[in-house]
């Protein structure tokens, strides 16, 4: 009998960039068309962001270049804050360093997405990701970065100082890529985008076409999005234990006070006593078991008040209509919004406006536009719990049906989006947000329902008027006719009286 070697099993670990360089498709760089236009919005995402904390009204200007075959330049330039010089090798060249692991909304939220661009530009290209920024202590700096895939670490190829007028950064990445297949999406994400940031004005460039403005439809600068410690619901046994060991010298009710949002002394003091721990207890005492009993108890107490809302920033009805008016075609619109709530301790907004406007096809539902932290989400839209809860609504009761063109714009902001993948293009199933968007959108069908009603019902009048107002002319001529008189009696009056009278009923 033939006996089969045994298979030698050998273990090794791997860098972050090795496993994304592995999993491509899990960060939206699976495919070519796909690369192309997910290195542009991340690109853009972060210009946004940084334009945010520079408090700035956005100018971006984003080139999408053939340069022969299959190769595309990408290069996005914005008047953001720029980047410090000792953070530009690790912030463009090692996966999994960011800025903005801390509690508010932000567009980028892995520290993953402009590297995953610079790892695809490097493995189908062979070339690097060229930085060229300026903040405003710096005269300006340009880089030239691989990454090391192996050791998750920047290779820096060459730095040298460069003057730029202002400050902010310009990214240029050269990728393989579709373009051709990109492009139109390429065009439909800045198009959006200027719906959630009405503030934002990009100048795009292909090769094939005349450059191309979009936006800017508000001078309003958005009031800064504030950072805020997590809220106690949100403090998992990890959390709590790192939290603790930051501060263990603290008595416990000072702890959470100091560590937590919405926790004040009377309310650590009455959490205490409902989990059974002496306030004065010091924090370097708590044993791994103490730690998780708090945890446990900290998501269920139910004496806290609901997460800030300081660390979001949703559209608002202005600035929403305003983007969504200058974008499309609208003849009836209708807002509104649904929060603060949260999710496991995270706060959460969600908003939407329902439009009618001969822009959007006529379907059996409206056509559904989805955006999470003022990101147009254009990509794997029936796995979207805005997607699922949207299908689920009855539209018909709310007098939508194919001769209606709808659309429904819908907006999720969180200071944790919790999508399903790295790509960031869906969001999870999460119970608390689809609550609530059932309820946003029950709200909205309603009103578009009452308003389709009243039109409905006004043509029937209309035409109801329109039979009695002929008849009524009929039988004064022949009462005319019968009297022998030559002027016809004018009965326009009469109607309208009538149906005066029929509609205040
Ligand atoms: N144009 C820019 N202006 C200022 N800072 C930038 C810019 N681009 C990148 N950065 C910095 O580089 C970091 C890494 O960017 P990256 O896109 O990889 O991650 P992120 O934006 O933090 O999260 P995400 O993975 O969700 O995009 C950012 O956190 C930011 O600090
Ligand atoms: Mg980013």
Redesign the pocket.
């Known amino acids: 009998m033939n006996q089969r070697a045994p298979v030698e099993t050998t273990f090794e670990s791997i860098s972050p960039a090795e496993f994304f360089y592995r999993n491509r498709q899990l960060a939206g760089f699976g495919n070519t068309s796909q690369a192309i236009y997910s290195a542009v919005r ?1 690109l853009v ?2 210009s946004l ?1 940084s334009c945010d904390d520079a408090q700035r009204l956005p100018l971006i200007e984003v080139q999408v270049m053939s340069e022969g075959g299959d190769i595309i330049r990408v290069c996005v330039s914005d008047n953001g804050t720029g980047v410090p010089d000792a953070h530009v090798p690790q912030a463009f060249a090692k996966i999994l360093y ?1 800025s ?1 692991f801390h509690n508010r909304q932000r ?8 590297t995953m661009a610079v790892l695809y530009g490097q493995i189908t290209t062979d070339s690097p990701v060229l930085v060229h920024t300026k903040c405003p202590d710096s005269q300006g700096m340009e880089y030239a970065l691989f990454i090391d895939v192996e050791t998750n670490q920047p290779i820096i190829e060459s730095s040298c100082s460069r003057d730029r007028d202002s400050d902010g950064t310009s990214v240029t990445l050269r990728l393989r890529g579709d373009l051709k297949r990109a492009q139109e999406r390429i065009l439909e994400y800045l198009r959006l985008t200027t719906i959630s940031t009405p503030q934002a004005q990009f100048l795009l460039k292909t090769d094939n076409a005349e450059s191309i403005t979009f936006g800017r439809w508000s001078n309003s600068v958005p009031s800064p999005i504030l950072t805020s410690n997590p809220h106690p619901r949100a403090a998992d046994l990890e959390l709590l234990r790192r939290l603790a060991q930051h501060n263990g010298d603290k008595r416990l009710q000072d702890f959470l006070v100091d560590s937590f949002q919405k926790v004040g002394t009377k309310t650590s003091g009455r959490f205490l006593k409902f989990v059974g721990f002496n306030p004065t207890r010091k924090v370097n005492t708590l044993t791994r078991d103490d730690l998780s009993r708090i945890s446990s108890a900290l998501r269920k107490f139910d004496g806290f008040e609901s997460p800030d809302h300081k660390s979001l920033s949703p559209i608002g009805e202005e600035d929403f209509l305003v983007g969504i008016r200058s974008v499309f075609n609208i003849s009836s619109h209708y807002y509104s919004d649904r929060g603060p709530s949260e999710w496991q301790g995270n706060p959460f907004i969600i908003e939407g406006v329902l439009a009618t406007g001969d822009d959007f096809p006529r379907s059996d539902i409206p056509t559904l536009y989805r955006f999470a932290n003022r990101v147009p989400l254009l990509y794997d839209s029936s796995e979207d719990v805005l997607t699922k809860t949207l299908k689920r609504v009855n539209w018909e009761r709310y007098s939508v049906d194919s001769s209606v063109p709808a659309a429904l714009f819908l907006h999720l902001c969180s200071t944790r989006v919790p999508y399903k993948a790295a790509g960031k293009q869906s969001i999870d199933t999460i119970p608390e947000i689809e609550a609530e968007v059932v309820s946003l959108l029950r709200d909205l069908g309603r009103r578009l329902g009452r308003t389709m009603r009243k039109s409905e019902k006004s043509l029937r009048e209309g035409k109801k008027m329109r039979e009695y107002a002929k008849s009524f002319r009929h039988l004064a001529k022949f009462g005319a006719e019968l009297a022998g008189v030559d002027e016809v009696p004018d009965t326009n009056r009469l109607v309208k009286q009538l149906f005066e009278v029929s509609l205040d009923e």
Do not use: A, C, S
């Open positions: 991340e995402e972060n962001d960011g903005k567009r980028g939220t892995f520290g993953l997405g402009v």
